[in-house]
Structure formats: C-alpha cells, structure tokens
C-alpha cells in the first residue's frame, strides 16, 4: 500500500458541537495520522476559493455561507491509501445513505451540515493540503 496525504475538514456543525475529538478518534483507529492541524475561521473569500470547483452549482453561495459560519478544523490526514481511507470513514455524501459506524451516519445533521470534507483524489490532497499549510507546517 501506498503512503498518502489527505486533507480533512471538520466542518462548523461539527465543532459547534464539539466533535472534533469524536471525529478525529475514528481516522485514527482507521489508522490514518493526523500530521497537521489548525483551527480556524474561514473567510467568505477563502470558502469561496477553495469550494471554486463548485462555483456554477446550485449550492455554492449556501455551502460558502455554512463553511464561514463557524470554526473549521484543517488537517493533514496520513497513511496506507489515505484518500479512499478517509473517504470510507467519513461515509457518503448524504448521511441517510451513509454506511453504518461512519462519521456522516454517526455525526451529521444533513447533506450539507456533513460534519466532514475530505479530498476526493491525490491531485486533489495536494492542492487543497497546500490551500491550508506550508510543507514546514506538516510534522512527520
């Protein structure tokens, strides 16, 4: 298996909550490593740079609003296949379609108050990894 970054949101539901704690305990007993990590609160620009992917969709301005609403903890996630490995903890999209144990069926409250972003592919980690943290900031 290959040794991979990932970057993990936690998203304003879930700290409002104050489920951070709960959220990163099953990456880690999924095995992954939290290798970098700060709190903060996103502005409406940083959202809406980071979510430009999204930028023509219907839910867009409503996904900018929710990621600025609150704290968000970024993080680096690391370990064998750490992309598909976080994906499998974090569960679908829609946590009523979500697979039992996983965060979205535990923790979310709805489609877009998901509790958790992750990175859906390793282009994608690098990016949005160097979005949030300078290489110096990633402890090994």
């Given at each position: 298996m290959a040794t991979e970054r990932t970057l993990s949101i936690i998203k304003p539901d879930a700290t409002r909550r104050n489920l951070t704690g709960k959220v990163n305990s099953k990456f880690e007993a999924a095995g992954l490593r939290i290798v970098a990590q700060k709190r903060l609160r996103l502005t409406r620009a940083q959202a809406e740079a980071f979510y430009e992917v999204h930028?023509?969709?219907?839910?867009?301005?409503?996904?900018?609003?929710?990621?600025?609403?609150?704290?968000?903890?970024?993080?680096?996630?690391?370990?064998?296949?750490?992309?598909?490995?976080?994906?499998e903890v974090m569960g679908a999209t829609d946590p009523a379609k979500a697979a039992p144990g996983t965060v979205r069926k535990e923790l979310a409250e709805s489609i877009e108050a998901n509790s958790v972003h992750g990175s859906d592919s390793l282009d994608n980690a690098a990016k949005e990894i160097a979005f949030f943290f300078a290489e110096t900031e990633i402890v090994r």
């Open positions: 930028r023509s969709r219907p839910f867009f301005d409503s996904l900018c609003t929710f990621m600025t609403s609150g704290p968000v903890v970024v993080q680096v996630l690391e370990g064998d296949n750490a992309v598909a490995k976080n994906r």
